[in-house]
């Protein structure tokens, strides 16, 4: 995965999209970006990201809500809260609405590439035990079909 990455950037604040989108594009991952909550959520809807960086505070509506849709629209997309107002009531909201990291402004732009690795790392995880998982079910599926097939066929 790595380097080919898709990262969605969702900040109403045009110089930190635009840093990111710098910076991320640098490092060889392919960035898109929405300065509106539900402009990130119809990206979502249309694209497929494996990260999105969203901010706490939009224009239209709570980062925590974007959150909340994405696991709607996106279940995969790994998500990680921005902010420039850190608490510890906002860290505890963005966990509980399914962003898997929290980030403060302004960046430590080592700290976000890090974040991005391990991120990545954890979707492709994730990825391959979710085909290990469907593997074996349909290996055993198949078992149980082949006994239904030769119990069928036995004579009563």
Do not use: C, W
Not at 16 to 39: C, F, H, M, P, S
Not at 74 to 100: C, F, M, W
């Amino acid at each position: 995965m790595g380097k080919h990455a898709r990262i969605l950037v969702v900040d109403d604040d045009e110089s930190i999209r635009a840093v990111l989108t710098a910076v991320l594009q640098e490092k060889g991952y392919t960035v898109d970006t929405a300065g509106y909550g539900n402009e990130g959520i119809e990206k979502t809807k249309n694209s497929f990201y494996n990260l999105a960086f969203v901010d706490i505070r939009l224009p239209d509506m709570e980062g925590t809500q974007v959150l909340a849709k994405m696991n709607e629209t996106a279940p995969e997309i790994r998500k990680i809260i921005i902010t420039g107002y850190p608490s510890l009531q906002n860290a505890v909201d963005a966990l509980n609405k399914g962003a898997h990291a929290y980030i403060m402004k302004p960046f430590d732009m080592d700290n976000v590439l890090r974040t991005i690795e391990e991120q990545l790392k954890k979707q492709e995880e994730e990825k391959k035990y979710g085909k290990e998982k469907v593997t074996e079910f349909i290996e055993t599926r198949v078992k149980e079909l082949k006994e239904e097939t030769a119990a069928q066929k036995k004579p009563r």
